[in-house]
């Protein structure tokens, strides 16, 4: 058994799931067991499944392929490129794959023929001085991965450990490879950053290393713009109740945050378009979908997360009209929730006025309806169509893109 799994049991933790190391190539496992998969391209792992459970087996790989390998060849296969490593098939023995690890508390394995820790990087000293510390010269192995410096802050903030100096250093200058990425790698790597409890903590620490911008680059834009000054406090309110809500083991989705963070630069937009003579609500709404188009370039958000984002913005306006039976309208919305909270973060950092928000509240918390919304609603059609199926929207938004205010963040 290898990395994660060591690491929290030597820390008293629950590990989250089980990795096991061999020698045995990835067909060898596969011969072994039948109800195994071979995946990956770039590092070739077998599953095995177990019923619901996957165990993913990795071969010993080496630190350099032999000096006379070209391509493929039976030993496995590397290739680099400008300093990266964009496969890793050579194959090798424990202690070449403990050196080849990124941090040495990742690289612990447990023997489970003795019951031994074996350690060949230090890993054992740096979970006892609390030390997140990369195996090998910092700058290199940022190089052959900067997804490294993500890593580097995600395993700090969820041990609670600091990061070497060394291994931090490297950092400032090198945060701009990450942006040469995967966008859907990095979109793993954000959700494991921002949904993991340390939402708020991970803002920080990123913008402190100069790795947002790598991540959030229009957004990280918005916030130096002059008379920006509210976004911040807005993003923190967003990522701190994300944080409350998982401590509380309430549901959350990417949705909504990814709304919150990228809604600086849909402002900064959208006061453009409007300057350059656009009206009002198609600039917000063309902002929107340039904001969306961008980012994607950088992070691959599922359409499953960018579409309901898109509505939580694009329904904003439509709080301020609330004449007529336009307010009941929009409270059965399939996204109202989702928006109101969003409104409720908006109020609380100035972005929106707080008579708005109040007055939602305030129409929202009404067991009847006004007399007025009970004229406009003759016909059970026009009634199902209403205040019912409001609710029951609610209910399923918080399910599906539930959102975030002073009750329900960063949903």
């Known amino acids: 058994m290898v990395g994660g799994g060591v690491r929290d049991l030597s820390l008293g933790r629950e590990p989250k799931d089980f990795d096991v190391a061999t020698d045995a190539r990835p067909e060898e496992v596969r011969k072994l067991f039948r109800n195994c998969r071979l995946i990956g391209r770039r590092f070739r792992l077998a599953h095995v499944h177990f019923g619901a459970e996957i165990i993913e087996v990795a071969t010993f790989r080496a630190l350099h392929p ?15 490129e400008n300093g990266r490593i964009v496969r890793d098939n050579v194959y090798g023995t424990l202690a070449e794959d403990a050196l080849r690890r990124d941090f040495t508390v990742n690289a612990l394995y447990y023997n489970i023929d003795d019951f031994s820790v074996v350690d060949h ?33 995600r395993f700090a903030l969820k041990l609670g450990f600091r990061i070497h100096p ?7 200058d090198m945060a701009d490879s990450v942006a040469d990425m995967p966008p859907a790698r990095l979109f793993d ?49 967003a990522l701190r109740n994300t944080d409350e809500r998982i401590g509380a083991d309430k549901p959350v989705t990417p949705a909504f945050l990814f709304a919150a963070l990228l809604w600086p630069a849909v402002r900064q937009r959208e006061a453009e378009l409007v300057e350059d003579g656009e009206a009002p609500i198609p600039a917000l ?108 929207s609610e209910d399923g938004d918080r399910a599906d893109t539930a959102a975030s205010s002073p009750e329900s963040s960063a949903e």
Not at 210 to 225: D, I, R, V, Y
């Open 66 to 80: 032999p000096e006379d390998s070209e391509g493929d060849d039976a030993d496995g296969e590397r290739v680099i």
């Open 121 to 153: 990087a230090g890993g054992m000293d740096d979970l006892e001085d609390g030390i997140i510390r990369l195996i090998g010269d910092p700058h290199e192995r940022y190089q052959e991965d900067p997804v490294r410096m993500l890593r580097a802050v």
């Open 166 to 172: 060394q291994t931090a250093a490297p950092m400032h």
């Open 189 to 237: 790597e954000a959700l494991k950053l921002f949904m993991s409890g340390d939402a708020l903590d991970a803002f920080e620490m990123l913008r402190h290393y100069g790795l947002f911008e790598s991540l959030l680059p229009l957004t990280a834009e918005a916030l130096e713009e002059e008379g920006s000054e509210q976004w911040v406090p807005f993003i923190a309110a």
């Open 285 to 392: 709404q063309q902002a929107a979908a340039e904001v969306q188009t961008l980012q994607q370039s950088r992070i691959a958000l599922p359409k499953r997360f960018s579409i309901p984002m898109r509505e939580i913005w694009t329904l904003q306006p439509r709080f301020a009209r609330r004449g007529g039976k336009r307010a009941q309208r929009l409270l059965g919305h399939p996204r109202f929730r989702a928006a109101y909270d969003f409104l409720e973060l908006r109020a609380g950092a100035g972005d929106a006025p707080a008579e708005l928000a109040q007055w939602w509240r305030e129409f929202q918390e009404q067991p009847e309806r006004p007399p007025s919304q009970k004229k406009s609603s003759r016909g059970g059609r026009r009634r199902r169509g209403g205040r019912g199926r409001g609710k029951g």
